[in-house]
């Protein structure tokens, strides 16, 4: 960990003050980008947990470049707190060509999984502050991470269709600080996105998602879900925008009954002036397979209320206001607002200019 | 007999021998696809990704722009960075080698201009969204348009060496149309009120400096504060006064721009923007180049005769 903090801070000298003279010379196409995110809570009002303070939740640096006519290469390093330190990480360091096969981009090295929305979008590029608790439950609160091969295909045909195959090497799921173990199976996941032109020059990508893993201890991991993206454009603003995924996980651990969960998000969100939007977010978390002792179903539910105020004075930064009712209900219990706070998030990034992602 | 069926067939296979494919050309926006068109007659078939009506600066990389890209010969874009946004990561989806930028099939019409507006020093983000290679709205300028236009013959001549001839005769008379249609609507402007003093003009953004250049208006102010940025309440009460100080009451904003900000202008200033299209529509009364630059000429004149009226 200490030569990576080495490594990152050798990197940002160069690329930041010795760099740019450099850079004249030869870059070699090198592009670079640092995001900054922000975040804090206030008005916390919860038994289990207490507010964050202040904290720069992520910094990270992220490097791409073509390696030579046929390869290109990506670096991305972030920084998180955890217990009060910040830990640099290794996000993404992988070889990829568009150039082998027709229609074909293949990924190898480490990354985030291409699966879903939310894994596939960096944390500081999310259109709100904190993750729904289906993905900080399925994926983990940043995503899923892991050294990866992973082919994409981008049909020519009049549907625009794009197959996604991969596979991980599965040893940890999510954020860990170790090794981890050698899976039975290795982490396995497809994606398949469509898209429909919508009437006044919006547009709808929606795809089916499937992931599957058994981890060392025989644990057979088993996630499927939709996820949903709507946009309209009026000149410059996000006229409406619409996001949403869907998944059921079932986790089946050997003599023990089945697991099911599902969850959900759905954020909606309305242009309000030309550089404030308003959205509001509803999650629903459920263990379906939840039994009592005596294998009685328990009806049980977990939901959040997000109304979110965002605002960007330009594509290069954000200042985002939200509001967060978490209710819950079990069993025969009325649902009871188990948590709510306020939360508050700035995010800048510095570099080249992000690209516009539908 | 043998004769007579060979006879035959070979006359069968003439005659359902397929003519050349015609070149699949994808443009980023229908200004550069009209152009080629004209360039390329039936032996090519163009598709624009944009409908004219966008901002092409703030266009997400949608899928069925990478479905389009994908099957495409040649890809023409404006560049000078206005699609830096989205383009590039349409053609790494599209994973197709000739199209890539430095390949035979891409095109950027941008490196064939000589920019206006190019920065003299190294820019940053604090001075808005600056373009570091020049003011990228030359499509506006038919002479300058034209001279672009040349990127996109040499790529279609890359793509097709045999049909070099055909293309460039192509070429010339495209350009003598473009100069004869600058020469026309700059007679119909001097003889308008829209000269001298009347010529100067204020702007939403800055995307009428190659139009102004080749028909003799003068941009006096700017809306934007920077380059990219939606102007304060503050700012547009400035400029609101200075152009009243300096008695210019002809305002220019593309109808991509926030309508919301040239209504509360309006409201403001007491002066009348006149909205106008700056790309090329389909299913418009601006369908075609030569028809989009005479409605911008149009009411641009229109315009300037109520200024008048109301000066009054």
Known sequence: MKILLHAFLISFVFFFLVGPQMAKADSGGLSTFVAVDLVGEAFVRSRETSSKEAQIRGAEVFFAAPIDPVFDGTLGIAAHPEGGVSHFELHEATISSSKLLPYTQIRLGQGFLSIGKLNRVHQHDWPFI????????????????????????????????????????????????????????????????????????????????????????????????????????????????????????????????????????????????????????????????????????????????????????????????????????????????????????????????????? | MLPVILILISEASASTQLSPPKILVVTSTPDIAWAIREIGGDRVEVQSLLTGREDPHFVDARPDYVAKVSKADVVCSVGLELEVGWLPKVLAKAARREIQPGGKGYCEFGSKVETLEKPTSPVNRSQGDVHPAGNPHFWLSPSVFAKATREAVDALERVRPELKGAFDARYSEFLRMMLGLETRLQAKLSQSALTGANARYAEYHREFVYFSKSFGLTGVAVLEEKPGLSPSAARLAMVSTQLKAEKVSLILAATSAPQKLIRKFEELSGLKVAVVPVSVQSNSDFESYPKLLERIVDVLIEASKQNQKRAQ
């Not at chain 1, 996820?227 to 454009?233: G, L, N, Q, S, V």
């Not at chain 1, 619409?242 to 959900?264: A, F, M, Y």
């Not at chain 1, 978490?326 to 800048?348: K, N, P």
């Open chain 1, 130 to 358: 904190e993750a729904p608790k289906v993905h900080t439950s399925f994926f983990d609160s940043e995503g899923v991470n892991d050294v990866l091969l992973e082919g994409t295909v981008n049909t020519p045909t009049e549907l625009p269709l794009e197959f996604t195959l991969g596979v991980a090497k599965g040893w940890v799921y999510g954020h860990a600080h170790n090794e981890g173990k050698r899976p039975l199976v290795p982490t396995h996941y497809t994606r398949v996105q469509s898209f429909f032109e919508l009437p006044g020059g919006g547009g709808l990508q929606f795809a089916g998602n499937y992931l599957g893993r058994t981890d060392s201890n025989a644990r057979r991991t088993r996630l499927m879900g939709l996820d949903i993206t709507a946009k309209w454009r009026e000149g410059r603003a996000l006229a409406f925008f619409l996001q949403s995924e869907i998944w059921l996980r079932q986790v089946k651990n050997p003599g023990v009954d089945r697991e099911d969960t599902i969850g959900l998000y759905v954020f909606p969100q309305f242009n309000v002036t030309e550089n404030v939007d308003f959205g509001i977010r509803g999650d629903a978390y459920s263990v379906l397979s939840s039994k009592d002792a005596l294998g009685n179903k328990i009806e049980n539910a977990s939901s959040e209320i997000v109304p979110t105020v965002t605002y960007k004075p330009s594509e290069f930064s954000t200042f985002r206001l939200a509001y967060s009712w978490q209710l819950e209900q079990r069993g025969d219990e009325v649902t009871r607002v188990a948590d709510s706070r306020l939360q508050a998030q700035i995010t800048f990034i510095l570099g080249s200019h992000p690209s516009h992602d539908f």
